[in-house]
């Protein structure tokens, strides 16, 4: 069964102990800071963390964005989370649909600095959609397997 929850953690340890948690192989990154963004990396930089930022992999997506008390942390997941993570559940009852997603080529004007990514990687998106509304709330990365 599918979920959507969020928590708080306080340090960049935290964050960086809860990526380690949920990581499975393959998994990547997608980082972003105010003046760029690094692309789809398959191992954390050593710049890290970032003000907000991505990790993926075929089960789930983790999403984090940094605030006053550390880091906000979103888990769009296609199973239960792990007991001890003590994500609250935004409650209501998930659907999920995998769709194709598809690179932007490497001379996008909307990446001025470039946008690298693994050349064999299958990307993918996840639609977490609400079954009560039809409304689609997250749309999640994803790899396809």
């Not at 969020?6 to 105010?34: C, D, G, H, T």
């Not at 089960?59 to 001890?84: C, F, H, I």
């Not at 299958?122 to 409304?135: H, I, M, N, P, V």
């Amino acid at each position: 069964m599918s979920f959507v929850g969020y928590k708080q953690v306080s340090s960049p340890e935290e964050l960086q102990k809860l990526l380690q948690n949920y990581y499975q192989q393959p998994s990547y990154y997608f980082l972003r800071w105010a003046y760029t963004v690094s692309g789809i990396l398959a191992d954390l930089p050593a710049d890290f963390p970032s003000p907000e930022g991505h990790m993926f992999n075929s089960e789930l997506e983790l999403r984090w964005k940094q605030n006053n008390d550390g880091y906000q942390v979103l888990l769009l997941s296609q199973n239960q989370p792990k007991p001890e993570s003590k994500f609250y559940p935004i409650d209501k009852e998930w659907i999920i649909c995998d769709r194709n997603a598809y690179f932007y080529d490497t001379d996008e004007t909307k990446f001025p600095k470039g946008f690298t990514y693994p050349e064999k990687l299958s990307l993918g998106q996840r639609y977490f959609q609400d079954a009560k509304t039809s409304t689609i709330h997250f749309v999640a990365l994803t790899i396809r397997t």
